[in-house]
């Protein structure tokens, strides 16, 4: 098993950056395709960026591309999620979340393992 404790939320002005980060502890983190998702309420969680084990093949929401980075410290054991010019709309709870095995996925279900989340607000 391994555990997941995000950080780094907050409020933040439009325009604005933050960066988040997830901890991992437990089983080897490099075991683990690891992923980024978000929800508000009354909506699905919804996929944001998602990272092979190796910090290959960084795939994004298309809506996202070009304003989030994903990326990985595997001798960290850290996941982390840069977002640029954030808009009100990124306003949200994210999600870190491990998949068992190398390669990750879009679909959240396809994961094994959850962080608690933390709350981005974007005000205007």
């Known amino acids: 098993q391994v555990q997941l404790v995000d950080s780094g939320g907050g409020l933040v002005q439009a325009g604005g950056s933050l960066r988040l980060s997830c901890a991992a502890s437990g089983r080897s983190f490099s075991n683990y395709a690891m992923g980024w998702f978000r929800q508000v309420p009354g909506k699905e969680r919804e996929f944001v960026a998602r990272?092979?084990?190796?910090?290959?093949?960084?795939v994004y929401a298309n809506s996202l591309k070009g304003r989030f980075i994903i990326s990985r410290d595997n001798a960290k054991h850290t996941v982390y999620l840069q977002m640029n010019n954030l808009k009100t709309e990124d306003t949200a709870v994210y999600y870190c979340?491990?998949?068992?095995?190398?390669?990750?996925?879009?679909?959240?279900?396809?994961?094994?393992?959850w962080g608690q989340g933390t709350q981005v607000t974007v005000s205007s």
């Open positions: 990272i092979w084990w190796n910090g290959g093949s960084a």
């Open positions: 979340a491990a998949k068992d095995g190398l390669y990750s996925a879009t679909a959240p279900e396809e994961y094994d393992y």
